[in-house]
């Protein structure tokens, strides 16, 4: 890679977990920027560039929320509370929450119910997804169980605080990418209706002969991503044909930030959304389990996922290249149930037939 950077998060000390040990020393760590939050509200131009940066290299960037996000941080502590108790629930109440056969990617997704490669194993992980509308009342509610119907106020302040960090990523690079004033705000807009969702993740300790991917390599299906990690196991793939997959090393007081593919899209790849995907947790971390947190954010249900015509900066299609018409509601249900067995039988196995950008993340430098 031509632009190789030194890996801020060597420096740093690790994320505890519990009496989990801490991220081992001795794994390739991925190359990830690490910005600051009140930096980046300060418009600092060194941390705006390093911004930048990442958004177009890696699509991947740890962001140090100390100060201004400390109440996020709060939160997402919380909630690791509550998606413990959440999957404690019996396996049978929590499958009444499975609406995939309602084409909604909402609500629960059992252990395995996922291909996650062209071998065609499953996952080993299981989700609850809670819509951002639903908890904003832009929506019908979705039947939940107790441990998530008591806590919709701390469901809701981690979704409006978790937005507004994504509205200052849209903002920064509404400005990077000098689009007309709120181009980007005004297609992902809190009180839009939206795919927008937190994620709770429980993923279990593998058997010591057996450790494999949880979840299948991807690009993230919308615009920004907020991610919390305590264990390690997420790897991205950097871009480049020699690359190899690396660790992202959990940090405290951090959340790792990504782009997805409507940032792919919008752009033409001027911004990337890189592959990634979670194995076992690396080393002695791998006996213990995986809880993950994420928000992810989408442009508004009706959003066409195209390339934005309003700034210079965005290269031209090729000349050949005719764009798909899909909507953002449509493009993230087929990105998030494409690969679940229960419904698409063996199309769910060929992994290949709901590609993301993922070609266009995986480009070499040049
Ligand atoms: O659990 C993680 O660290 C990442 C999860 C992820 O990539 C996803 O749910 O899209
Ligand atoms: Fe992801």
Request: proline share 7%; with cysteine; aromatic share 10%.
């Amino acid at each position: 890679m031509a632009t190789q950077t030194i890996p801020e998060a060597l420096t740093a000390p690790a994320q505890r977990f519990g009496n989990a040990p801490p991220f081992p020393e001795d794994v390739p760590t991925a190359p990830l920027l690490r910005l600051s939050l009140a930096k980046l509200i300060e418009r600092d131009a060194d941390e705006i560039h390093r911004f930048q940066r990442a958004c177009e290299d890696l699509g991947f960037f740890y962001l140090d929320l100390s100060g201004p996000g400390d109440s996020l941080l709060a939160d997402a502590d919380q909630l690791f509370k509550v998606g413990e108790q959440l999957f404690d629930l019996p396996v049978e109440e929590k499958q009444k929450y499975d609406f995939m056969h309602k084409n909604s990617y909402f609500g629960y997704k059992g252990f395995g119910a996922n291909v996650v490669d062209r071998k065609g194993n499953l996952d080993r992980n299981e989700f609850y997804n809670v819509s951002k509308d639903d908890m904003y009342g832009l929506s019908d509610q979705w039947p939940a169980p107790d441990v998530l119907s008591s806590r919709r106020p701390l469901l809701k302040s981690f979704i409006g605080q978790a937005h507004g960090i994504v509205t200052l990523v849209l903002e920064l690079l509404n400005e990077h990418l000098r689009l007309p004033p709120n181009t980007l705000q005004d297609m992902h807009r809190l009180e839009g209706h939206s795919g927008d969702q937190i994620r709770f993740i429980k993923a279990p300790p593998q058997p010591v002969n057996d450790r494999r991917t949880a979840l299948g390599e991807h690009t993230d299906f919308g615009s920004v991503t907020v991610l919390f990690n305590r264990l390690g196991g997420l790897q991205v793939l950097p871009p480049g044909r020699d690359a190899e997959w690396c660790y992202v090393k959990p940090l405290p007081h951090h959340a790792i930030i990504n782009l997805g593919d409507a940032m792919v899209k919008f752009t033409n790849g001027l911004l990337r959304s890189n592959i990634h995907r979670v194995m076992a947790p690396p080393g002695e971390q791998a006996d213990y389990t995986r809880y993950s947190l994420v928000y992810f954010n989408r442009p508004e249900n009706d959003v066409m996922l195209k390339r934005l015509d309003t700034s210079e900066l965005i290269p031209p299609l090729d000349e050949d290249e005719v764009e798909e018409e899909i909507n953002s509601k449509d493009w993230i249900i087929r990105r998030a149930l494409g690969h679940r067995h229960a419904i698409y039988g063996d199309k769910a196995f060929d992994f290949d037939r709901t590609r993301g950008t993922e070609a266009k993340s995986q480009r070499a430098y040049l």
